[in-house]
Each structure stands twice: as C-alpha cells, then as structure tokens.
C-alpha cells in the first residue's frame, strides 16, 4: 500500500516517506502545527483545506497519504517517536474547536503508547531555536541518520553531516527548555479543556 501511495507524492518528499518507514527512531521539532504522523483525520483535513486551490479531491488524497503514513506506528515494531511541540500548537484554532479538542485528546492517548514521547516546548521558555521551521531526524541502525527539513512550499531531505550535526544540536536544544512528559501532558490536558470550554 504504501509503494503506491510514495508514488503519488511529491518528488521531493518521496525519499522522506521511504526513509520515515525503516527508522528506528524518529524525532520531530514542529513550531506551527501537530506532526503528520500525529494528526487526526479532521485537523489533517483543515490543514490542507488551507492550501490556496486546494480542490476536494486534492485535499483527501492528501489525507488519505498522511494516515497511511501513520500506520508505521500500529506496526509490531514501531519507531520510537520523540515529538516536542511547541505551546502555540496547542492553541493554534486549526478548523473548529471540536477538532482541536479531538486532536488533542489523540495526543494524549498517542503519548500513552510506549513508542510515543510528547513535550512541550512553553512560551515561558523564550527559546528562539527552531523557530524558523520544523524538521525531523531519522535514525536506522546500520546507515547514516538523515534529516527532513520543512520550508515554505516544500522540504528537505538530506544525510550530509554538516547539515544532520545542525539539526541534532537545534534538537538537543530545544528539548532541553521543553517541559518533561507528565508536565506537558497536564498542559495538553488544560489546553484540550479550553477547547471544550469546561
């Protein structure tokens, strides 16, 4: 299933979704929205929904190639996923407050999981590292890790040291202001309580 859907990708991100299925670790940095891999249906939907002419057809192709993605996670030996968020994620209204409440409740039943780390980077942190854009660092036994790199219209894929030396070093900075696990869970769940107004 996946071979067809890495066919209907963008180029440039089809080496991305090849290397993402063999990793045995992923960790993400991500400033303005959930990761893909952490998106329910709804808010992956709204997402795209955003993109200036989008079609629907465009759109739930999309979504039906970003849920597929995310199954590398039911698998028998998932990658361990280490996702910080940052704290305007959270309140970022992404399509209606239903879907944010809903999205953060998959959040925290994603970070139950033993393969699942969730933190928060908070405001208070006034950590300016990785402000520019989010990426994501693989790491599969025996080859060289590679980062993905996200810009504006397209990203990046790329195993050149120079440029995986860089992305681990934002990494280990921003995790090291990010709010430890349980924290950052009762800050989804305060969040989540603001989305349902109670």
């Not at 025996?142 to 860089?166: F, H, I, K, W």
Request: aromatic content about 6%.
């Amino acid at each position: 299933m996946m071979d067809n859907v890495a066919a209907q990708l963008p180029a440039w991100f089809r080496p991305w979704v090849e290397i993402e299925q063999e990793a045995d670790t992923l960790r993400t940095w991500q400033p303005l929205v959930v990761p893909g891999l952490l998106q329910t249906e709804d808010y992956a939907r709204s997402i795209l929904r955003g993109a200036p002419r989008a079609s629907t057809e465009w759109i739930e192709k999309n979504v039906a190639m970003r849920l597929d993605r995310q199954r590398i996670l039911e698998r028998d030996d998932p990658p361990m996923l280490w996702a910080i968020l940052d704290e305007g994620v959270l309140g970022r209204l992404v399509g209606s407050r239903p879907i944010m409440a809903a999205q953060l409740d998959h959040l925290l039943g994603m970070a139950q999981r033993p393969c699942v780390t969730i933190q928060v980077l908070p405001f208070k942190a006034a950590s300016t590292t990785g402000l520019l854009g989010g990426f994501f660092v693989a790491q599969t036994k025996g080859l060289t890790n590679t980062v993905y790199m996200e810009s504006a219209g397209q990203g990046q894929v790329s195993d050149r040291p120079g440029d995986v030396a860089g992305i681990v070093t934002d990494y280990e900075a921003i995790r090291a202001e990010a709010l430890p696990q349980s924290v950052s869970r009762e800050l989804i769940e305060e969040m989540r309580e603001q989305w349902t107004g109670n």
